[in-house]
């Protein structure tokens, strides 16, 4: 054991000679000049005097005389006791330079932490949320392969990312700089691009399995992490076979990729991990592949709401037996149990990276063997400071058990356990390393707080979405007409259909050129509520797939799909329920703009029930616009035809990371008459090579003197109401009024302001089918955005539908 002790920790000696780092000058850097400036304050820090307590520790433990204050200890430091003999609680034993690397991960992490604290009394650190207490469970990393396994992981579990970064290769100085540049918003971030501290990778490191792998930014929205994991563990096997053809990677289970996702206790509350724990359980119980691993850690404390050892309740009340060949842990009641849904918990002590590692290991292995589901919930663990530099603790903890979480040194127990039970390092060795890594995250925020940071909004605008793909312009006969009863694309040789027909047929077009294109939903695989996808499940088996009726996890899912290398497009059944999975749907929206274009969602979504209708009232026949974030491209189409160049046009952009979302208007979906009994809504399908930008509009008439711009159902009401103005002689003739077809809703199209720009109207009237007021309708914007390039003319005018609910029944609202 001594001569692997010698030979790990000559590791930690060589890595000195790497020190060739940027650093120079730093020390005469702004953020330098401010310590000194504010050196009584900072010394005050808690956190600062926890890094002072574990460095005398240490220094008193090696016994040379080293001490970087005369304070005495006892009192003000305490360590969590690690077992006395661990061999045989452990199924898998960690190995003496696993212990290394981890105790890397879990030093950087606490000094990050607190220099973190340091920056942000001194006006240049912008993220303070603290990983301190949980830093051991950086061996979780050791449990997984970084080339294999996916991971996204709660924001207070920095330790797990650091040791990923290492096992990949990264020197720890390049990936405390990186996290450094985090904190001080720097540019130079290379996860987020100076816009938010966020734990992952955003280039996906991965060389082993293209579909496995790499780690996944995460927002601070609570547990959001969770549905696009469980989507990305569905999504490998789909993934697999798919593009792999026979799908015989499945058989060897060493490298089936796993999807790790952790969480906090407080967390477990949340709808988003409560649903996307729901869809794996559900996966297990309808024996669907989802290797997905929950990772829980209980500190007790949700910011300032105790949690009260819930999660151990929440996940232990159904438990039955233990399973056969479970190994008990240190502690008695940490043993693996076996839930009624078939998910297997396994419990770790938290400040004990063995067990850590060893409970870890033991799900991955399971979850890798069975492709199913299973969790690890990480216990005793102690949040050493406040949640952020803001959190107010003495409002809602005492005093003596604030000192007590912050005298509580996990760190310094991880010490002990490597040196004392693992022969792993010396004293002295431990202390040179915490001091060596101490300088270094230092020096690294020095030089972050001198790098560049984001000082315009263009910066801003320019990383909302992946570049849009030129698509070949379709002439202008194709899209303007001034037939006063448009027959859409009359043919000699092509059938005329309605709308739903062709959307059918271009949806299995898209599945016919493209193995990577799925189509998932709730009722889609017998051909969803308006037979949109009939027959489709038949024709593309395993690429047409429903799932439960949960607008989150279907949209979580298509996040993980979209990651994992698919094409995923997304039917939400109404477009009320768009509603009940907003947030993930704001999240996927967002990951193009956080991770700085390095990370894009392509997918395409469609929302079905949208304005007019009889059928299900307002929870069906919704018609308000309330949720078009930036990041999303929205189209709302009149007719078959355009359907189908714009739904080719989407593929395209989606294929380059856009996200696009149709709305489909219900009343529209099986139109055949425009005007009494004249077919004049059914339309020829567009030759193979015609596409519609979103840029593209088309337009009913284009010599009139006053103007109708809508989109949708607006469109055929607009006509309809042309024609009934020359029948009552308010107008001479329909030829004084064109119309205007603009389906890019989330945008002004070109073709909109070159339309206005190139004739002169005596007036614009804006037709809305979204309900008017604030927040519900689109062309409110596209008028102000118009009117301030003054293109448009003097008279103009804007109509809506009525700022009330849709009603079951006739009455159109």
């Not at 190995?95 to 990050?112: I, K, V, Y």
């Not at 003495?394 to 490597?418: F, K, P, T, W």
């Not at 020829?684 to 109708?708: C, N, T, W």
Request: glycine share 8%; with cysteine; aromatic share 8%.
């Amino acid at each position: 054991m001594e001569r692997v002790r010698t030979s790990t920790a000559t590791l930690w000696r060589n890595n000195r000679a790497l020190r060739a780092f940027s650093a120079s000058g730093s020390s005469n850097g702004l953020l330098a000049r401010l310590r000194q400036q504010n050196e009584k304050d900072i010394v005050a820090l808690p956190e600062y005097k926890a890094r002072l307590n574990l460095s005398n520790f240490l220094g008193a433990k090696a016994g040379d005389g080293r001490m970087a204050s005369d304070d005495s200890l006892s009192s003000h430091h305490s360590i969590i006791a690690p077992p006395s003999d661990p061999y045989p609680y452990y199924k898998h034993v960690i190995t003496p330079s696993q212990m290394l690397t981890s105790l890397d991960a879990a030093m950087a992490t606490f000094h990050l932490h607190v220099e973190s604290r340091i920056a942000s009394l001194c006006g240049q650190g912008f993220y303070t949320i603290g990983p301190c207490g949980e830093e051991m469970l950086a061996s979780i990393g050791h449990a997984l392969d970084p080339d294999v396994d996916a991971m996204a992981l709660h924001y207070r579990h920095l330790s797990i990312s650091i040791l990923r970064q290492l096992r990949l290769g990264r020197n720890l100085e390049d990936i405390v700089l990186d996290r450094a540049r985090g904190h001080v918003i720097s540019k130079l971030d290379p996860v987020t691009g100076g816009v938010h501290c966020a734990i992952g990778s955003a280039r996906r490191e991965s060389t082993k399995n293209k579909h496995g792998g790499g780690d996944y930014v995460v927002t601070s929205t609570l547990a959001s992490q969770c549905p696009p994991a469980v989507g990305r563990a569905l999504g490998f096997s789909v993934a697999d076979t798919i593009l792999k053809g026979d799908g015989s990677s499945n058989n060897r289970s060493a490298n089936k990729p796993l999807s790790f996702v952790t969480i906090g206790d407080g967390s477990v509350h949340n709808a988003h991990f409560l649903s996307a724990f729901n869809l794996a359980r559900h996966a297990r119980f309808r024996k669907k592949k989802c290797p997905v691993i929950f990772g829980v850690s209980d500190n007790g404390l949700s910011i300032s709401y105790p949690t009260d050892g819930y999660a151990d309740y929440l996940f232990s009340k159904h438990s039955t037996t233990q399973p056969t060949g479970a190994h008990q842990s240190d502690l008695g009641s940490r043993v693996i149990s076996d839930r009624d849904d078939g998910i297997p918990i396994f419990k770790a002590n938290g400040c004990n990276m063995a067990d850590v590692y060893d409970k870890t290991l033991q799900a991955a292995n399971y979850s890798r063997k069975y492709s199913a589901p299973s969790l690890v919930l990480y216990q005793e663990l102690i949040r050493r400071f406040g949640h952020a530099a803001t959190d107010r603790q003495h409002a809602y903890l005492n005093a003596d058990v604030v000192n007590r979480m912050a005298e509580s040194d996990v760190v310094a127990s991880g010490i002990v356990q490597a040196a004392e039970q693992w022969n792993a390092l010396t004293y002295s060795e431990a202390r040179d390393r915490f001091e060596e890594i101490g300088e270094m995250v230092k020096d690294s925020f020095d030089v972050a707080a001198e790098e560049p940071k984001i000082t315009s909004r263009e910066d801003m605008l320019d990383r909302v979405s992946q570049p849009m793909v030129s698509v070949p312009q379709l002439p202008s006969v194709k899209l303007v007409s001034s037939d006063l009863q448009p027959k859409l694309g009359r043919g000699k040789r092509e059938k005329r259909e309605v709308m739903r027909k062709h959307m059918t047929r271009v949806i299995a077009e898209a599945m016919d050129k493209d193995p990577k294109v799925v189509y998932i939903g709730e009722d889609v695989e017998h051909g969803g509520y308006y037979l949109v996808t009939d027959g489709l499940v038949k024709q593309f088996p395993g690429r047409v797939i429903d799932f439960p009726p949960d607008e989150t996890t279907l949209l979580g899912a298509a996040m993980g799909f979209s990651q994992d290398g698919l094409l995923p497009i997304i039917e939400i059944p109404y477009s009320k329920y768009l509603d009940c999975g907003a947030d993930m749907f704001y999240e996927l929206a967002i990951s193009n703009w956080l991770t700085n274009k390095q990370c894009p969602n392509g997918m395409v979504i469609r929302v079905q029930g949208f304005d007019r209708g009889v059928f299900g009232g307002n929870f069906h026949t919704h018609n308000m616009m309330t949720h078009i974030p930036p990041g999303v491209d929205v189209v709302c189409f009149s007719n078959g035809m355009d359907y189908v160049r714009g739904f080719r046009n989407a593929i395209i952009q989606a294929k380059n990371g856009r996200v696009v979302m149709f709305v489909d208007c219900t009343n529209l979906l099986n139109l055949r008459h425009l005007n009494e009994k004249d077919r004049g809504w059914e339309t020829a399908y567009p030759a193979d090579d015609e596409v519609m930008s979103f840029h593209d509009i088309r337009q009913f008439g284009d010599s009139g003197k006053h103007l109708i711009v809508t989109y949708g159902n607006g469109v055929v009401t607009a006509l309809r109401a042309r024609r009934a103005l020359a029948d009552q002689n308010v107008i001479g003739h329909e030829s004084e009024i064109d119309i205007i077809d603009s389906p890019y809703v989330s945008d002004i199209p070109n073709g909109l302001r070159d339309a206005l720009s190139n004739a002169s109207y005596d007036a614009v009237l804006f037709c809305d089918i979204c309900k008017e007021g604030p927040g519900s309708n689109i062309l409110s914007s596209t008028i102000m955005g118009l009117k301030s390039t003054g293109i448009l003319p003097k008279k103009w005018d804007f109509v809506a539908a009525p700022r009330t609910y849709n009603p079951l029944g006739n009455v159109v609202t």
